[in-house]
């Protein structure tokens, strides 16, 4: 099926510990996303990537570090995590520039750090 | 950047009434696209509706449609014969460039 996929879909793991999440997408798109939805509900960007370059970074404390292999692949790595991270993080793709292209999500990996 | 508003926090209807979500934001920009998303307690997030902003005629899909306003900066959803599965948060993003810059959603219940 043509999605996009991200793995793993649960995290649990201790304050500290360094931790990735790993994102593919097979829709061909150009464009790739990381989005962090907090406890409120709040969804928040945090990189966009395109062609594996990267065009956003928010205000994103330097423990995440964004990889983009190729243009399907977006990886999120986070060193030292904190009670703070935990969150959902949406992986997300589009084809990119002109803004009329919806966002396609994957499902979510719920990062929980104890 | 934009800024996006919603101003329901959360909204209850009944199954078969309608019901009016509403959003507005600001831009500066002249063209762009907006969006409405909805998040179901799966945690999908799933396209619901999409918007031309240079477009007068507002988008209807199936039970969904908008109501845009472009000099009012206004972008609301309209949910009619509601039905029990559209419980789920719901979120209105303008786009323009790269990024989709979400607002804090509305929580929708769906009672029979």
């Known amino acids: 099926d043509t999605a996009v996929s991200q793995t793993p879909k649960y995290l649990v793991t201790q304050m500290g510990n360094d931790k990735s999440i790993k994102c593919e997408q097979n829709?061909?798109?150009?464009?790739m996303y990381w989005y962090k939805q907090d406890s409120k509900k709040f969804l928040k960007i945090m990189f966009s990537?395109?062609?594996?370059?990267?065009?956003i970074n928010e205000t994103v404390p330097n423990r995440f570090s964004p990889k983009s292999p190729d243009k399907a692949h977006l990886n999120l790595h986070i060193n030292s995590l904190e009670l703070g991270d935990s969150a959902v993080y949406f992986c997300?793709?589009?084809?990119?520039?002109?803004?009329?292209?919806?966002?396609?999500f994957g499902n979510g990996t719920r990062l929980t750090v104890t | 950047a934009q800024t996006v508003t919603q101003s329901q926090p959360e909204m209850s209807v009944q199954e078969a009434e309608t019901v009016t979500l509403s959003c507005t934001y600001d831009?500066?920009?002249?063209?762009?696209?907006l969006f409405w998303y909805k998040q179901p307690p799966s945690r999908q997030m799933i396209l619901v509706i999409r918007?031309?902003?240079?477009?007068?005629q507002n988008a209807t899909e199936n039970r969904f449609s908008v109501n845009f306003q472009k000099a009012a900066k206004s972008f609301s959803l309209k949910i009619s014969d509601s039905q029990l599965g559209d419980t789920a948060m719901y979120f209105c993003?303008?786009?323009?460039?790269?990024?989709?810059?979400f607002g804090k959603g509305t929580s929708l219940l769906v009672t029979p």
């Open positions: 997300a793709s589009n084809e990119g520039g002109g803004g009329n292209s919806p966002l396609h």
């Open positions: 829709l061909g798109h150009d464009t």
């Open positions: 990537y395109n062609n594996k370059e990267l065009i």
């Open positions: 831009t500066s920009e002249n063209n762009y696209y």
């Open positions: 918007q031309e902003a240079y477009k007068q």
């Open positions: 993003a303008p786009n323009s460039g790269y990024a989709l810059n």
